[in-house]
Every structure is written in structure tokens, then in C-alpha cells.
């Protein structure tokens, strides 16, 4: 994904067919969704979440011998395990899930979504789920995104009814915390929110360098999910020293 140009890669062609009338709805993972929705487009629902986890499948993190090769093309994943193992080496995994699967035997472990392999039945291959205090999830992961035209009432009525509350507070979050950061940010960056019985919620975020030497967490409590999304996009930036990891992606990049 970093190397096709980051997050909306997939989700273009699927938003394109409910913009022109040829379907009502779109189903997304989503944290495959940038972080700004579409004027023409409504998040009408987002439904009980999945585990928001990455998960190993191979073996289980700390029996990956020194020098093991991870599968993953995700540079979140990569500079999470880098920063916790430096001695791993990491290598492209790309495909839909029972591609990567098939591909599993050529590494010591491969990282996908718990999710994913949770709602395929194929929970049995995992075998760790990586703790978020490990590896923090991408933005939405988990989670499933339901958009339909903004002036769809009809087809918006009917979604509301799968719409879990809680999640959307989440999501909410950590879509905020990536649009405060820059949505084109092609940085290792991750966000997990969880709501309180009390309508608070507290969001964890992630900003790191490609090479996994540098890895900045900031924690933020509060009711506005918005508010809790922008505040530690800015604490991370402005306090943390992110500033100098995102004035070294653009330098890259130029």
C-alpha cells in the first residue's frame, strides 16, 4: 500500500459505483478509508467492531529466531517489530488473505489483521494476537465503514439500524488524530481508542520513523472525539518530537 501511493487505494472504484447510482452502499474495512470522506459521501454506519489486532501467523513473536524474515508491507507493522526486534529482516507480502497465507511457509511469520482472519474462520492459524502495547493497530482496523450518498435518506435510515454508537465514537477518534496529522502521511502511524461506560474515551496514537528508530506514543482522554483525535495529533507533533520525523518524510520525498 505505502508504495501505491497509501490509504484510498482500494476504495475508489467501490465509492465511484455508489457516486454514479450503481449501487446504493459501499462496504469498506475501515482503515482502508483516507481520512477525509467524500463531500458527496456520508459514513452512514459503522457496526460492531472486529478485533482491532494484528496478528502473527507462523509462529509467536518472541520464537521468531534472531535474524528471522517477517512478511508484511505494511511500514506500521515493520517499524513496530523493528523497534522491539532490530535483528528482523522484513520483506513485501502482498494478495488477498489466502494468497498471503499460501505464502506464510517462505517466512518465519507473517503479520495480518486478526480481523480479517477471524471473519474468514481462519482464526485457528494465528498464533499470537499482538497486544496493542506491542503493536498499535492502523486507524478503523477492525472496524467496517458503510458510506452511501449524503443525500440518500432513505438508504441512511436503513443504515442507521446497524450502527453501533460506541464504535463510531472510536473511529471517530482515530480519524480525527490522521486527518490532524496530514492524510497523505506515508509515515508508520497508528491510533486505538476505547470508550468508557462514563460516554469519556481515551485514544491511543502512534508516530514513527521508517526505519523504526524513532516510535512516539501519546495518550489523550476525553468526551469529544474529535477533539481527543486533534490534541494528540498535536501532542505527538508539537511536543514529542514528531515535527522532526515529519520534516525528514518530506525531505525524503523531495
Do not use: W
Not at 150 to 176: P, Q
Amino acid at each position: 500500500i505505502h508504495a501505491m501511493g497509501g490509504t484510498g487505494v482500494f476504495v475508489k472504484e467501490v465509492e465511484q459505483a455508489v457516486l454514479d447510482g450503481r449501487a446504493d452502499a459501499a462496504v469498506h474495512s475501515a482503515k482502508d478509508l483516507p481520512a477525509d470522506t467524500a463531500p458527496e459521501l456520508v459514513l452512514a454506519a459503522l457496526p460492531e467492531r472486529g478485533d482491532p489486532r494484528d496478528a502473527l501467523v507462523g509462529r509467536p513473536l518472541d520464537e521468531i529466531p534472531t535474524g528471522g524474515r517477517v512478511g508484511t508491507g505494511s511500514v506500521r507493522r515493520r517499524a513496530q517489530l523493528a523497534a522491539l526486534r532490530p535483528d528482523l529482516g522484513f520483506a513485501e507480502l502482498r494478495g488477498n488473505i489466502p494468497t498471503r497465507l499460501e505464502k506464510a511457509g517462505s517466512f518465519d511469520a507473517v503479520v495480518l489483521a486478526a480481523a480479517a482472519l477471524d471473519r474468514l474462520g481462519l482464526a485457528d492459524r494465528i498464533a499470537e494476537r499482538l497486544d496493542p502495547s506491542v503493536v498499535l493497530p492502523q486507524v478503523g482496523q477492525g472496524a467496517l465503514a458503510v458510506e452511501c450518498r449524503a443525500d440518500d435518506d432513505g438508504t441512511r435510515e436503513l443504515l442507521a439500524g446497524v450502527d453501533d454508537a460506541g464504535v463510531r465514537i472510536a473511529v471517530t477518534a482515530e480519524r480525527a488524530y490522521l486527518a490532524e496529522l496530514g492524510g497523505g502521511c506515508n509515515l508508520p502511524c497508528g491510533a486505538l481508542a476505547e470508550t468508557n461506560g462514563d460516554g469519556s474515551l481515551r485514544l491511543e496514537a502512534l508516530l514513527g520513523s521508517l526505519d523504526g528508530r524513532i516510535s512516539l506514543r501519546a495518550l489523550v482522554d476525553g468526551h469529544d472525539p474529535v477533539a481527543v483525535g486533534v490534541e494528540a495529533a498535536r501532542r505527538l507533533v508539537d511536543e514529542e518530537g514528531g515535527r522532526l520525523v515529519l520534516d525528514d518524510e518530506l525531505v525524503g520525498r523531495q
